[in-house]
């Protein structure tokens, strides 16, 4: 429940929403597009940030599309985690949406708001950057379509206006093999201790993080760590934490250095898996 | 589990009317007649059927904003509910507790000695903590006879939420910190911790610890309670079974023991009427909220007066307008108190029914005999009078009218209580005790120190069983609670002093999925002043299971933790420590 008044409007075209959202923010202060809410219902409950206006971004029909077309997935911003998982088109972005909350919320989530939301965790955006995808933006200034590796830098940095209303990715990335796996503190429905994404692309692995620090990565460096045939298992274990992009996250989930020893315990497992049977699979 | 809440208002002729969602509802009309100078009998307390509560609704506090709210505005009703965030960093929690355990023992295990100091966090108001604080002491040992005996017990204030009473009464806390010891103890001498207890446990002429001689009435039985938790999990002394390279499976076990500790002098009352169909109704000041206490009491009067339960109706919304007073729905004693109360005044429905009957059919009262909703003459058990002919007073056509409406009441008064003698420790405190023996079986993977609860299980000494499935349905809910509890449940402040955790996304809860499978058996020693000799269960399922998933813990790590909640986090810090010494 949100106890206060806000203006709610659902716009059918992406040039309407644009053009609500310039409108409103003339006259409010906190404008935000919404594909599932769940987040901003929390947010208005803890008092953090209570919107003064929400654009509803299900009303416009390329934000809802789900298909293959000449070899690319394309996924609206508005699909929601358990429609990605029950379509079965990207197995690797279904299992990672189906470890986000619970399955009302799953059913409520969109990916769009998963990726530019403040729950710090965002852990759709780790098989995105995996798989090479890329994010078409619109807003006030033109539509824009980019890899999400260089527009997503700790958070994905849109400017003031503009939603993610589609994402693309190759058919073949989606193919790839890939172990997913999420270490709550105890339970399962949770936010991640550890969450590690691992896809193997011709021959490499690639690697990528959510709840070790403060916002999801994808490491060349851990990954240059991870395939190099010259160090051993234990010893890319004692590397990889170094190579952080920042120092482990410490909250009341758990504290930087248990993440940590959670983190090398996950890796460990997929690396042993690896080295026997050269296969992460 | 609903937030509390409380409706306030006052009418122009001054008469306060209080809604709430309280386990207490007299209390809140001393309270507020005290506080405000009003008189009690001005003051009428409605509490409608509660959703949950284990001690945490038993203090007053809404209730007195909500009244001066309403005083505030010429008596218009007004109405204070919390968030839920509010009632979790407001309103009272639960106790924290810290020990400093020393046992004297023989190299056998026999505990000759101990030395006990407990640490109670209060939090910023002592409310009901010093009770607690006394109910800690006076139980201090767990079900077992220490014959020299030391016990401080401290009351201290924090800036942390105020404690009340929760399932458990303090119970839990003590009992964590001595049945973890007792674990260390036993291996210490190298003795079987199950055998370890049973040589301890408290027998008939043993002394408790403010020196109450025990009998198998006021105590029940902790022997048989071990040997049967001895059978049904196949104890055979702490083991580590290999499941697989990582995991490993440990039981560990604990005792449980607790007294009620109301005020000598609490009453309880009842009160039973009948419907023209028959059917009575039965009224009672006892607030129900999940634990069953009305049906048990319903099932204790169809047993009484032979009939069937359905023809009983108990009434589930409380007003102290009408229902008889009872001290608190707390400390797990509507089956003592309530039941008491209820017993009498099914004596007297009977004796009224045989009046009326022996003047229907010429008889003595003696020659009448009373059940499934007749009244008849023991000689001749064909003729007989339907209750609806004969409960509102018998009036045959044609022929004069006999007797009168049935209307019965019966009381209750705790008395030969005591309070503790300062400097001794001396004196009664609670009318009996509750016994139990409890395990917990885990699977421990010993490569990341997370752990899976595969078995729980509780052997009580309850009296006497009644409705089987509602007793092991409470005792199953305590020891949900009591894992939920020992496993993630904590209280945890930051620097400043702020919960971090003031709602339920962050204070982590056991979850289905996450349960084990419960068993629950029974020992019948009966306590002979408590109808049908049944004991309390209530609270009770919930005391010994901290302590067991701890020993199981404790038993899979080697290392001998004695700190809640048992996260994974947690165990690693151990190991990381013990490691780095």
Redesign the interface.
């Known amino acids: 429940m949100i106890a206060d008044n806000f203006i709610y409007c659902k716009p059918e075209t992406k040039k309407d929403a644009v053009k609500a959202y310039e409108k409103l923010k003339k006259e409010s202060n906190k404008v935000f597009y919404y594909g599932g809410g769940s987040e901003i219902i929390t947010m208005a409950r803890a008092g953090s940030n209570v919107p003064d206006a929400v654009i509803d971004i299900k009303g416009i029909p390329e934000c809802n599309v789900l298909e293959l077309k000449n070899d690319v997935l394309i996924i609206g911003g508005a699909v929601s985690l358990n429609d990605i998982n029950e379509s079965k088109l990207f197995p690797l972005l279904g299992t990672a949406g189906a470890r986000i909350a619970d399955h009302t919320n799953q059913c409520r989530i969109t990916v769009g708001g998963n990726i530019c939301g403040t729950i710090i965790y965002r852990e759709t955006v780790l098989p995105l950057l995996l798989t090479d995808a890329k994010v078409s933006i619109y807003g006030p200034g033109r539509r824009r379509t980019l890899p999400l590796n260089e527009i997503f830098h700790e958070r994905i940095k849109l400017d003031q206006g503009e939603f993610i209303y589609q994402i693309k990715v190759k058919k073949e990335m989606t193919e790839t093999p890939f172990i997913h796996v999420k270490k709550t503190a105890n339970e399962k429905i949770d936010y991640p201790l550890v969450t590690v994404c691992v896809t193997q692309y011709k021959g490499r692995l690639r690697m990528a993080f959510s709840g070790i620090c403060s916002y999801p990565f994808r490491s060349t460096d851990i990954e240059e760590v991870i395939n190099n045939p010259e160090i051993s298992v234990g010893d890319k274990l004692n590397l990889i934490h170094n190579l952080l992009p920042e120092p482990p996250l410490t909250d009341y989930e758990g504290s930087g250095k248990y993440r940590i020893f959670v983190m090398k315990n996950i890796i460990e497992k997929i690396l042993e898996r690896y080295h026997n049977n050269a296969k992460i699979l | 589990m609903e937030i509390r809440t409380a409706r306030a208002e006052i009418s122009a002729d001054g008469k306060v009317k209080i809604e709430t969602s309280s386990q207490s509802p007299f209390s809140v009309m001393k309270q507020i007649g005290k506080c405000f100078n009003i008189d009690a009998g001005n003051i009428e307390v409605h509490v409608p059927f509660v959703g949950g509560a284990f001690g945490g609704k038993a203090p007053v506090t809404l209730e007195i904003l909500a009244y001066m709210a309403s005083f505030k505005v010429n008596g218009t009703p007004v109405r204070v509910i919390i968030s839920r965030e509010e009632d979790m960093t407001s309103a009272p929690c639960r106790l924290g507790l810290d020990a400093k355990i020393m046992l004297g023992a023989t190299k056998e295990g026999k505990i000759n000695a101990a030395k006990l100091t407990f640490y109670l966090d209060s939090g910023a108001y002592a409310d009901i903590s010093p009770y607690m604080s006394k109910s800690i002491a006076a139980d201090c040992t767990g079900p077992y006879n220490i014959e020299n005996l030391y016990c401080d017990s401290y009351c201290i204030y924090t800036n942390r939420t105020y404690s009340t009473s929760y399932r458990g009464f303090g119970h839990l806390c003590y009992t964590y910190c001595m049945e973890c010891a007792l674990d260390i103890l036993a291996k210490r001498c190298e003795v079987d911790p199950l055998e370890l207890r049973l040589i301890n446990a408290i027998k008939p002429g043993n002394l408790s610890p403010t020196q109450v001689i025990s009998t198998l009435s006021n105590t029940g039985n902790i022997t048989s309670c071990l040997q049967k938790l001895k059978e049904v999990i196949n104890w055979k002394g702490p083991q580590i079974k290999k499941i697989d390279n990582e995991v490993i499976r440990t039981t560990g076990i604990a005792c449980l023991w607790k007294q009620a500790v109301p005020p000598p002098g609490s009453v309880s009352g009842a009160i039973i009427t009948f419907n023209s169909d028959g059917s009575l109704n039965l009224n009672t000041g006892n607030v129900e909220m999940g634990s069953g206490g009305q049906t048990m009491l319903a099932h204790m009067l169809a047993d009484k007066l032979k009939m069937d339960i359905k023809k009983i109706h108990v009434n589930f919304t409380k007003d102290t307008r009408f229902n008889p007073e009872h001290y608190k729905t707390v400390a797990s004693i509507t089956n003592y108190m309530a039941g008491n109360a209820v017993m009498k005044a099914a004596d007297e429905v009977l004796s009224q029914l045989k009046e009326m009957g022996s003047e229907i059919f010429s008889c003595s009262p003696e020659d009448i005999d009373v059940a499934e909703s007749k009244v008849f003459r023991k000689d001749n058990p064909q003729s007989f009078i339907d209750f609806k002919d004969i409960v509102l007073g018998y009036k045959p056509e044609n022929e004069k009218v006999i007797g009168q409406p049935v209307i019965a009441k019966g009381t209750f008064i705790l008395k030969q209580l005591s309070l503790l003698d300062p400097n001794t420790g001396k004196g009664k405190s609670g009318p009996s005790w509750t016994v139990g023996a409890q395990a917990v079986e885990i699977e421990f993977n010993i490569?990341?120190y997370?752990y899976r609860i595969v078995n729980a299980t509780t052997v009580m000494d309850v009296g006497k069983i009644v409705n089987p499935d509602g007793m092991k349905g409470i005792i199953y809910g305590g020891m949900a609670m009591g894992l939920s509890m020992a496993?993630?449940e904590v209280y945890?402040y930051n620097q400043e002093g702020r919960l971090?955790?003031p709602n339920l996304?962050?204070y982590?809860l056991l979850?289905i999925?996450?349960e084990p499978l419960y068993h629950v058996e029974f020992i019948e020693t009966p306590q002979l002043d408590s109808p049908y000799g049944s004991r309390s269960i209530s609270e009770h399922g919930i005391i010994g299971i901290p302590a067991a998933l701890s020993n199981a813990l404790s038993l899979a790590t080697n290392i001998n933790i004695n700190e809640l909640p048992l996260?994974?986090?947690y165990l690693?810090?151990q190991m990381e420590a013990k490691h780095d010494s």
């Open positions: 490569k990341d997370t496993s993630r945890d971090k955790t996304r962050t982590k979850h999925g996450q996260t994974p986090e690693w810090r």
